[in-house]
């Protein structure tokens, strides 16, 4: 009777939502009428969370949303008004209601339930066959040599579905190679979005088109800057490539991201305002920043960012987000907005990766596994030692600056692999956890001293969740580090 109880609400709930999007989509002009609506949405997630919503918090969203002059509330609109109403509404039905609210609440509920970390979302490899080779990217030299069965992707997502987790990213590889399959794992579990990292090569009008019908999908397109910094390390002509699938994805109303790889030799021509403003004008709406990372036999260690270069990327990303610049797309810095989410997301604390032969990765940077979607069920992968540790040992740094065990906190990764007897899953040659880290080790200690010192010149305000052990939670010598820095 509780699970039919609770089906009952479920289905209230979406369709309560659902009703509020059709008068949010009908009244598009109406500044009065979308005010109306984003407070009717608060007053929703606030009855959803009940005791657990902040009236502290809700109040302020609610100043937000009642100010249509506030940037983001500009930018909502924006986005709303440029997106195909069936596409906006599924979207916010199954990333809104069922990943941020419904799947938010089920996931703290099972952590506690099974002791171990419940990501938010899970990233996977349909396929790592990818038709380019960009230079320092492990994947383009892997070729054929695994992909996840459909019954592979579709037991993913089904229980993972189990756990809370509602949002489903992609990459590889080239995951459009396998858009057949990623049709049919999105039709089937129509309450799910999917996210793809994409390379743009293969998007057309009849994938848009499909895409826009189905309502669940999105793409992160990979783009470097100007034209000669993209293609020099990404191959000539697929800037243009990009430039194309932008304009086809917005044409079909379709809500998009990018996924920018940051390096010593493209820095500033990622981050310039005339790069901004292209991605503005494009019609993309969010984007990704992931700082190089050292993985591979094949990779180039020479192409990491300087220290200098990193601290003006934590400055410029911020300033692109604060109330003085108008710019209409927002950026997320992986590596440097620790802060933001706790440090170190990996390990399944809110995301954990699963290559194309089923190894189950704490990240997608780390190939270092000891459990495989072919043997164990999701919440068994998240129970094996090597996951358990990540579980019991984040926060790995304090400071939110240096979040990673392995960029940041070498020494850590080869602890943590020694001691579960992890197995190196590097398709194209092996790699050792050692011969990773130490191309880690310089770096790590020359951004140290720099990191300290920004983190110590801020103020910060610890998050009201942080999804930490009580272990770590209680830790006298970590309470008197939060009480010196969160003033």
Not at 146 to 169: A, F, R, W
Not at 253 to 272: K, L, P
Not at 370 to 398: A, C, V, W
Request: net charge negative.
């Amino acid at each position: 009777m509780a699970g039919t109880a609770q089906n009952l609400q479920h289905a209230a709930e979406r369709q309560a939502l659902s009703l509020l999007a059709d008068g949010l989509l009908k009244h598009l002009n109406k500044t009065e009428d979308k005010t109306q609506t984003y407070l009717k949405i608060v007053d929703l997630v606030a009855k959803f969370y009940g005791d657990g919503a902040k009236a502290e918090t809700l109040q302020k969203v609610r100043e937000y949303v009642s100010n249509p002059e506030n940037r983001w509330v500009k930018y909502i609109n924006r986005v709303i008004e440029e997106t195909d109403p069936h596409y906006a509404k599924t979207m916010l039905l199954n990333l809104g209601y069922e990943s941020m609210l419904r799947g938010t609440k089920t996931i703290r509920e099972t952590r506690k339930k099974y002791d171990c970390n419940i990501p938010w979302l899970i990233l996977f490899d349909p396929t790592m066959a990818c038709n380019m080779h960009c230079i320092g990217c492990w994947s383009g030299t892997y070729g054929h040599k695994s992909n996840l069965s459909y019954e592979d992707m579709d037991k993913i997502v089904s229980e993972g579905k189990e756990l809370g987790t509602h949002l489903y990213l992609m990459t590889g590889g080239e995951p459009t190679v396998r858009m057949k399959d990623i049709y049919r794992l999105a039709e089937k579990h129509n309450d799910c979005f999917f996210g793809l990292f994409s390379n743009s090569t293969l998007i057309n009008d009849e994938m848009c088109e499909k895409v826009r019908e189905l309502g669940n999908i999105t793409f992160m397109l990979s783009i470097e800057g100007t034209p000669e910094t993209n293609d020099a390390r990404r191959g000539d002509g697929h800037y243009a490539a990009v430039m194309n699938a932008m304009d086809l994805l917005k044409k079909h109303g379709i809500i998009f991201g990018t996924s920018i790889c940051y390096t010593r030799d493209n820095i500033e021509a990622v981050t310039s305002d005339a790069f901004f403003h292209l991605l503005e004008e494009k019609g993309a709406r969010f984007g990704f920043y992931f700082h190089l990372m050292p993985v591979g036999n094949n990779a180039a260690p020479e192409l990491m960012p300087t220290v200098e270069q990193r601290r003006n990327m934590i400055e410029r990303i911020r300033y692109v987000r604060s109330p003085e610049i108008g710019i209409e797309f927002f950026p997320m810095d992986f590596q440097n907005d620790g802060e933001y989410v706790g440090g170190c997301i990996a390990g399944g604390r809110n995301y954990f990766h699963i290559n194309s032969n089923g190894d189950a990765e704490p990240c997608v940077f780390i190939h270092f596994s000891n459990t495989n979607i072919h043997d164990n069920s999701i919440l068994e992968m998240l129970q094996s030692p090597l996951f358990k540790m990540y579980h019991e040992g984040q926060p790995f740094n304090r400071n939110h600056l240096r979040p990673c065990p392995m960029l940041e906190n070498p020494d850590l990764l080869r602890k943590i692999v020694k001691e579960t007897g992890a197995h190196q899953t590097n398709q194209e040659s092996p790699e050792e956890v050692d011969h990773l880290c130490s191309k880690c080790d310089a770096y790590a200690a020359e951004w140290a001293p720099v990191a300290d010192e920004i983190w110590a010149s801020q103020t910060h305000k610890k998050p009201a969740y942080e999804n930490y052990t009580k272990e770590h939670r209680e830790n006298p010598d970590l309470a008197a580090f939060d009480q010196a820095v969160n003033q």
